[in-house]
């Protein structure tokens, strides 16, 4: 059974940090692209971040230089540091391991919430 568990959001003051943590079980972790997305209600979910497995990045244009997307194949965790936060970053933020159309799986989500 695949599960992907988020932990790390919370309330921060705008300017502030979150580190968020995705822990995964189930898959062959390596072999997976690992990201982050976000959703606002009545908005589509987005991406935030991906990274490959061998430890390649791609960012939303919202986050770059301020948000940094990392992997540790080792505890088959993936993290998202999120740094200068803004009251725009408020969304629930979902991880997702995805190596293909039928192997794509999400977490349960975790809130950020950025106050101004």
């Known amino acids: 059974q695949v599960q992907l568990v988020e932990s790390g959001g919370g309330l921060v003051q705008a300017g502030g940090s979150l580190r968020l943590s995705c822990a995964a079980s189930?898959?062959?972790?390596?072999?997976?692209?690992m990201g982050w997305y976000r959703q606002v209600p009545g908005k589509q979910r987005e991406l935030v971040a991906v990274?490959?497995?061998?430890?390649?990045?791609n960012y939303a244009e919202s986050v770059k230089g301020r948000f940094t997307i990392s992997r540790d194949n080792a505890k088959n965790t993936v993290y998202l540091q999120m740094n200068s936060l803004e009251p725009e970053d408020t969304a629930v933020y979902y991880c997702?391991?995805?190596?293909?159309?039928?192997?794509?799986?999400w977490g349960q989500g975790t809130q950020v919430t950025v106050s101004s």
């Open positions: 997702n391991a995805k190596q293909n159309i039928i192997q794509n799986f």
């Open positions: 189930g898959i062959i972790f390596r072999v997976f692209n």
């Open positions: 990274i490959t497995g061998a430890g390649s990045a």
